[in-house]
Each structure stands twice: as C-alpha cells, then as structure tokens.
C-alpha cells in the first residue's frame, strides 16, 4: 500500500525576502550599514553605497538615501541585502520575529551581506511580476498609488506616475544638462526622465528651477528642440535587473536577478 501523497511540483517558489536564490550563479559583498542612517537596512531591501567619514564605503537603504535627500539613479543601485539567520560576537545584530520568520535587519554601524548579482526574492508593494520584465523602485510618493512605497520594488508605473513636459523656448543644446521648461508642476528631484533621443537612457531630475528648468543627472547627447514632448515617471527602472518569473507569494515576494554587477 503506497505512503502519503504525491504533491506536483509545477515551478519554484519565492522564498523569504532576503534569501539567496540557488538558480544561477550569485555574487555578494560584506559592507557597513551606515552609522549615521535613519533606519536599520531590511533584508531584502534595495541598497546604495555611501561614503562615510573615516570608514570608507557603507550602505543604506534606498528608502533612506531618498528621504535623506540624494538623488537615486540607477546608477545608484548597489544590490539588495541579504538575509541572515545568526547573530555576531553574542549580539543579536540580525534579528528573527518569531511571528513573522521573514523579517530581519541589519542594524545602523553593523557589516551587512549585499548580493551584487544573482537571484533574490524581494517584496513587490505594486503590480504583478511578469517573467524577464524590468524591474523598478519607486523615487516619488503618489497619492495615486497608495501601496507604493518610496524605495520600494514595484512592477511598472502606473497611469498616475506618469506626465509630459514639453522642452521650453530655445531648447537645449547637446552636452549640457538643463532643459528649458515653462512649469515644473508635478516635477520633483528623483523622477525618472526619458522620451527624446537626446535624453541618455538612466536619467533623472537632480534638481530643479521652478517654471523655468530642470536639471538631469546626465548630460545631454543630442540637441532638444523647443516643443518636443519628453515623460517623467514617479519610477525608475534598474539596470540589468528583470523579474525571474511570473511567480509572486503569500507576502507579495517575488525573485529578481541582478545579471550584471553595478557596485564597485
């Protein structure tokens, strides 16, 4: 007489956040959460490096760079933390909740694990992941989409995340980083900008002029002509980063890959 039951598997599921994919090959670094930052880093959360005073690069998650007040590019994008299941030297430096396993973080001054490539499941606040489809933090709030979370994962800007702004009189001349506009309503630093081939793909708004220009991350490769219609997205795309499968779980976890290493 047959034992148990036999249980189909019919794909891989998402594990904790945090948690190191076994498909694909991976590649991770040890680093210094920043002494200084708000918050303690979660596992799984999307990181920069920084530089700190006397201690040479450390990270912080990306929600606090943003609130802090940096510009979040995806040049910006160091990788995501990696969780961890013991503590150091005695101390419960990554800490387990018995009521929710999946959580943990690495506190402010503590060295930290950050997969720099490979796979990872990670929470998705917004969308549903589709197989090989970008992936995207969210660098501006939106009343219009209340379950994104400024440094969040999310799938795709929605309707709401998105406007046109058309290049202002005179317009702008190639290798220069200011572009003329006549409003900066809805504008904000952080926004992702693209639309016009003179705009280099990973633009952003580092700053701006109000009703009357705004200023990229990146200079311009070709002139822009007054009138020309260019997007600005309350998201930014990653680079070399796509949604490993269609999969989501129980608490909106879903696998990223990091195919290329961006971080020094």
Do not use: W
């Amino acid at each position: 007489m047959p034992f148990g039951q036999v249980i189909a598997v019919t794909g891989l599921y998402p594990g904790f956040p945090g948690t190191i994919s076994r498909a694909g090959d991976g590649l991770t670094s040890t680093r210094s959460v920043l002494s200084t930052t708000a918050n303690p880093v979660s596992f799984g959360a999307p990181v920069v490096i920084v530089p700190e005073s006397g201690g040479g690069d450390a990270i912080q998650s990306v929600y606090d760079y943003i609130t802090g007040g940096g510009v979040f590019s995806p040049d910006s994008f160091a990788g995501v933390a990696v969780r961890e299941v013991r503590s150091q030297a005695g101390t419960n430096v990554y800490p387990q909740d018995p009521e929710s396993p999946q959580t943990g973080q690495y506190y402010q001054g503590t060295l930290a694990s950050v997969l720099e490539r490979g796979t990872v499941p990670v929470i998705i606040n917004v969308g549903t992941p589709g197989s090989q489809a970008p992936v995207y933090i969210r660098t501006v709030a939106n009343s219009g989409v209340t379950a994104g979370v400024v440094g969040g994962f999310e799938c795709a800007p929605g309707a709401t995340d998105l406007f046109t702004l058309a290049v202002g009189t005179g317009g702008a001349a190639a290798g220069q980083k200011v572009i003329p506009v006549a409003s900066t309503t809805n504008v904000q630093v952080g926004q992702a900008v693209y639309g016009l081939p003179g705009i280099p793909s990973g633009s952003v708004v580092a700053s701006l002029v109000a009703n009357t220009s705004i200023t990229l991350n990146n200079n311009l490769t070709a002139a822009l002509v007054a009138g020309d219609l260019f997007t600005l997205s309350n998201l930014v795309e990653l680079p070399y980063t796509v949604f490993r499968s269609g999969v989501i779980g129980p608490v909106n976890q879903a696998d990223i890959t990091l195919k290329i290493r961006t971080a020094a």
